[in-house]
């Protein structure tokens, strides 16, 4: 706590007490601080060298890609199977394996999950570990926005 020390003219006089703050310390720590991060700053950004392939277009008579078969779980556990726009059906645990075979005609084609925001994790695990064990590792997951 600083005091003033003065009286007028030297003759003495009342010493009060000084509530200030001196900010003084305070701005020279916060410069050299400022100092610092603005040092230390750059050697924090860390560059990789990419060597990316050149871009190339699809041949010009080339088929479009199949439409995606979805695997959807309900809330209550039912499995659904549908391929791009066509309405959804309903398959059973134990049918989905010989269902996507069906569909797609080989264990190497992709097959994307979906699932309700609701469903439990568990019941999602053992669609994925029966697919898994039937030999289908293609598999992708969806995530739909919840807004």
């Given at each position: 706590?600083?005091?003033?020390l003065?009286?007028?003219?030297g ?14 310390p305070f ?7 400022l100092i610092?991060?603005m040092v230390?700053?750059p050697?924090?950004t ?16 080339a088929?479009p890609?199949?439409p995606p ?8 556990g039912t499995l659904y199977?549908t391929?791009?726009e066509?309405a ?6 134990e049918?989905?394996?010989?269902e996507?075979?069906s569909r797609l ?6 097959v994307?999950i ?6 439990l994790?568990?019941d999602?695990?053992v ?9 289908w ?6 995530n739909?926005?919840i807004s």
């Amino acid at each position: 706590m600083a005091a003033k020390l003065s009286g007028p003219s030297g003759k003495g006089g009342v010493i009060e007490q000084n509530a200030d703050i001196n900010v003084t310390p305070f701005v020279d720590v916060m410069l050299v601080l400022l100092i610092i991060f603005m040092v230390s700053a750059p050697l924090a950004t860390v560059s990789i060298r990419l060597d990316l392939p050149p871009p190339v277009p699809p041949p010009e008579n080339a088929e479009p890609p199949p439409p995606p078969t979805f695997i959807s779980i309900a809330l209550d556990g039912t499995l659904y199977v549908t391929t791009g726009e066509e309405a959804p059906e309903s398959v059973t645990l134990e049918g989905l394996d010989s269902e996507l075979y069906s569909r797609l005609g080989s264990r190497e084609e992709r097959v994307m999950i979906r699932a309700d925001a609701d469903v439990l994790y568990n019941d999602f695990m053992v669609v994925m570990n029966d697919l898994q064990s039937k030999g289908w590792f293609q598999v992708g997951l969806i995530n739909e926005d919840i807004s």
